[in-house]
Nanobody
Framework: QVQLVESGGGLVQPGGSLRLSCAAS????????MGWYRQAPGKQRELVAG???????NYRDSVKGRFMISRDSAKNTVYLQMNSLKPEDTAVYYC?????????????????WGRGTQVTVSS
């Protein structure tokens, strides 16, 4: 069983930055692709960024150039650095693990989810 714990959310002004962290249990971390999803009120959950076990990444168009996903295998942690935040980035952000990573389309949803961390972008 994989456990994922997110942290780093909060309230930030437009244009600000946050770094989300997702700590994963178990030595299987290094073989899993990982992803960050988000869900805003009244909207479907959507993929924000994914990263393969080898470090390949993909992003949704609306966050390209502003967000960066990375992983630290020594710490069993995946990060999401979010810069130039906008009010439309407001959502609960979830860490996900265990999905496939395709060279053509990037990360696909896996079976393991964290509980989420709230990100609010507002002045």
């Amino acid at each position: 069983q994989v456990q994922l714990v997110e942290s780093g959310g909060g309230l930030v002004q437009p244009g600000g930055s946050l770094r989300l962290s997702c700590a994963a249990s178990g030595s299987i971390f290094s073989i899993y692709a990982m992803g960050w999803y988000r869900q805003a009120p009244g909207k479907q959950r959507e993929l924000v960024a994914g990263i393969s076990s080898g470090g390949n990444t993909n992003y949704r168009d609306s966050v390209k150039g502003r967000f960066m996903i990375s992983r630290d295998s020594a710490k069993n942690t995946v990060y999401l650095q979010m810069n130039s935040l906008k009010p439309e980035d407001t959502a609960v952000y979830y860490c996900n693990a265990g999905g496939p990573y395709y060279s053509s389309s990037g990360y696909g949803q896996g079976a393991y989810w964290g509980r989420g961390t709230q990100v609010t972008v507002s002045s």
